[in-house]
């Protein structure tokens, strides 16, 4: 079949601008080659969106041609799904960095002994010094295998969604999505019991991303259930 234009102009300016977003991370940013590659693919691929004019996320959102408009409804989801990725980004760029090298395990007691020295919160820094220092190398195991699993977990969702959208959500789906998110959102958490109280940046960070999958969360739980209930009432009889 041959392959036809379905972006107009607005959208390939979009892909040239993520193009040279993806190519600077690339080449200034990042410093793992994997990530160095990952990005500079990324990269090369919207690249070719924007000169061949076509994108197969977009046909599978019903845009067959430069005329056609994202229906509002695919539009959310597509923002949706792309703000899921960015969290599927961030956790992976954080677990990877643990899994990939011992110190933070390394390191773990004297971490967990500074964010208890002068943690605002009392009853955490109590939290710290009586459940987590006595099992200190088993919960950095667990934070850094979490977040590998949270950043998986996101981004598989997030593409499924977009890739299969006429075909019937899996049952596993959303339910891996939001447990990948409330899992981030109880990290955040307690990231930001830990350590808010070393800096703003520290602080910002963690209740934005916090927000952000609560958010998803929520929209996710009302989808998973407003499906359970179709799926209920078509079952049920007459």
């Given at each position: 079949?041959?392959?036809?234009?379905?972006?107009?102009?607005?959208?390939r300016?979009?892909?040239?601008?993520?193009?040279?977003?993806?190519f600077?991370?690339?080449?200034a940013?990042?410093?793992?080659?994997?990530?160095?590659?990952?990005?500079?693919?990324?990269?090369v691929?919207?690249?070719?969106e924007?000169?061949?004019?076509?994108?197969?996320?977009?046909?599978?959102?019903?845009?067959k041609s430069?005329?056609?408009?994202?229906?509002?409804?695919?539009?959310y989801?597509?923002?949706l799904?792309?703000?899921?990725?960015?969290?599927?980004?961030?956790?992976?760029?954080?677990?990877?960095?643990?899994?990939?090298?011992?110190v933070?395990?390394?390191?773990?007691?004297?971490?967990?002994?500074?964010?208890?020295?002068?943690?605002?919160?009392?009853?955490?820094a109590?939290?710290?010094n009586?459940v987590?220092?006595?099992?200190?190398?088993?919960?950095?195991?667990?934070?850094?295998?979490?977040?590998?699993?949270?950043?998986?977990?996101?981004?598989?969702?997030?593409?499924r969604?977009?890739?299969?959208l006429?075909?019937?959500?899996p049952?596993?789906?959303?339910p891996?999505?939001?447990?990948?998110?409330?899992?981030?959102?109880?990290?955040?958490?307690?990231?930001?019991?830990?350590?808010?109280?070393?800096?703003?940046?520290?602080?910002?960070?963690?209740?934005?991303?916090?927000?952000?999958?609560?958010?998803?969360?929520?929209?996710w739980?009302?989808?998973?259930?407003?499906?359970?209930?179709?799926?209920?009432?078509?079952?049920?009889?007459?």
């Amino acid at each position: 079949s041959v392959m036809l234009h379905n972006l107009n102009r607005y959208e390939r300016v979009v892909r040239l601008f993520l193009s040279a977003c993806s190519f600077f991370a690339a080449i200034a940013l990042f410093t793992s080659p994997l990530a160095r590659i990952l990005a500079a693919g990324f990269g090369v691929y919207v690249l070719g969106e924007c000169f061949l004019g076509y994108c197969p996320v977009h046909v599978r959102l019903g845009v067959k041609s430069p005329a056609d408009r994202l229906a509002e409804e695919k539009r959310y989801l597509l923002g949706l799904c792309c703000i899921q990725l960015v969290m599927a980004y961030e956790w992976w760029g954080a677990g990877l960095e643990k899994v990939s090298s011992p110190v933070f395990v390394e390191k773990i007691d004297k971490t967990l002994v500074f964010f208890a020295s002068q943690n605002p919160h009392p009853w955490y820094a109590s939290y710290l010094n009586a459940v987590v220092m006595p099992n200190a190398a088993a919960f950095a195991y667990a934070v850094e295998w979490s977040q590998v699993f949270i950043a998986v977990a996101l981004a598989v969702t997030a593409i499924r969604l977009l890739y299969r959208l006429e075909e019937a959500t899996p049952r596993w789906l959303l339910p891996l999505a939001f447990l990948a998110l409330a899992g981030g959102m109880l990290m955040n958490a307690n990231f930001y019991f830990a350590a808010a109280w070393t800096g703003p940046a520290v602080s910002g960070e963690n209740m934005t991303m916090f927000w952000t999958q609560a958010m998803l969360a929520y929209v996710w739980m009302g989808r998973m259930t407003a499906e359970r209930k179709k799926h209920f009432d078509f079952k049920s009889p007459a």
